[in-house]
């Protein structure tokens, strides 16, 4: 596979669930990133990990946890949602965080619904 | 923070007609990168066209180029003989030199192309 890839691509879940987001990168990229998607709002960045390290935290839940085992995979976990948390969420990848080179490339997304 | 504006919610053409997408933003920096992003129904997000900020010439990329205008913080994009693929969302996007890991995303603006 190339680019980036996430799964589920649909996610449903109860408030109480635990579930997890999976988004892996065939691109050689250093950095990984997650946006939160919501209709007529712009894209929130919630995450950065440059080489596995975090380095962004943009204000989010503690509800939401996120795992960079290595440069090419990056998790989200999630955990007593609200309903409010339903939003597609994109996964992206730059080779730099800073510098001409850190155009992102996304992922697919993974529809999340929170019942 | 900075704020990227993109005050048209939706747009339409006629196919091979040209139309522009405008966005503003606003910033105190003075070296910084300006994209804009497409994303089709149920596909992914990718690069359309970057400009920096250093660079006075506008960007083109074969149907799509911008007209950045630095002093008044206008960033729009013009669609050259449209085709029916160019349908989707489309984003403006901000990212500062110096900081790096942070995108500042518009709120999009919907492109039907009408055949």
């Known amino acids: 596979e190339t680019g980036v890839t996430q799964t589920p691509r649909h996610l449903v879940m109860g408030m109480t669930n635990k579930k997890s987001l999976k988004c892996e990168q065939h691109?050689?990229?250093?950095?990984m990133y997650w946006y939160k998607q919501s209709a007529k709002k712009p894209l929130e960045l919630m995450f950065v990990?440059?080489?596995?390290?975090?380095?962004e935290n943009n204000s989010v839940p503690s509800r939401f946890s996120p795992e960079c085992p290595n440069s090419s995979h990056l998790f989200l976990h999630l955990h007593t949602l609200q309903p409010e948390d339903s939003a597609l969420y994109l996964c992206?990848?730059?080779?730099?965080?800073?510098?001409?080179?850190?155009?992102?490339?996304f992922g697919p997304g993974t529809r999340l619904t929170v019942l | 923070a900075q704020t990227v504006t993109q005050s048209q919610p939706e747009m339409s053409v006629q196919e091979a007609e040209t139309v522009t997408l405008s966005c503003t933003y606003d910033?105190?920096?003075?070296?910084?990168?300006l994209f804009w992003y497409k994303q089709p129904p149920s596909r992914q997000m990718i690069l359309v066209i970057r400009?920096?900020?250093?660079?006075?010439q506008n960007a083109t990329e074969n149907r799509f180029s911008v007209n950045f205008q630095k002093a008044a913080k206008s960033f729009s994009l013009k669609i050259s003989d449209s085709q029916l693929g160019d349908a989707a969302m489309y984003f403006c996007?901000?990212?500062?030199?110096?900081?790096?890991?942070?995108?500042?995303f518009g709120t999009g603006t919907s492109l039907t192309v009408i055949p």
């Open positions: 910033t105190s920096e003075s070296d910084y990168y």
């Open positions: 400009q920096e900020a250093y660079k006075q």
């Open positions: 691109l050689g990229h250093n950095a």
């Open positions: 990990y440059s080489l596995e390290e975090r380095v």
């Open positions: 992206a990848s730059s080779r730099e965080t800073s510098g001409y080179y850190n155009e992102q490339f």
């Open positions: 996007a901000y990212r500062s030199a110096s900081t790096g890991n942070q995108f500042y």
